[in-house]
């Protein structure tokens, strides 16, 4: 198992690449702190999250509303349950997948 070094505060987590036994792996890439970054990369970072994230969260809304308030998409809804088991389905595929395929899901550009 890996830990981190922790700061006075939790914001100055620093993960290493130090195994609890106390030796270290030279093959585990350490992680540079994020205070390390440019203010701008800082920035565009929390942009893209926040855009990704208001995305999401503006097309769930949008298909509530549809499905809550457009007669025809709610009598469909009603009388068809493929959509929820389709989406459904998908979901526990891609949380499979995620788990097969951790090293995937952790690395980043």
Avoid at 6 to 19: F, K, Q
Avoid at 42 to 68: D, E, M, N, S, Y
Wanted: aromatic share 12%.
């Amino acid at each position: 198992q890996l830990y981190g070094q922790h700061g006075s505060m939790a914001d100055e987590y620093v993960p290493t690449a130090e195994r609890l036994d106390g030796q270290w792996d030279d093959s585990i890439p350490v992680a540079k702190a994020i205070c390390d970054y440019e203010v701008e990369v800082r920035h565009g970072f929390v942009r893209k999250t926040f855009g990704i994230l208001g995305v999401q969260l503006a097309v769930t809304f949008g298909w509530v509303l549809l499905c809550a308030y457009h007669d025809g998409t709610r009598l469909y809804m009603q009388q068809n349950s493929w959509p929820i088991v389709l989406g459904s389905v998908a979901s526990v595929v891609a949380i499979i997948g995620m788990v097969c395929c951790i090293q995937t899901v952790r690395s980043y550009p």
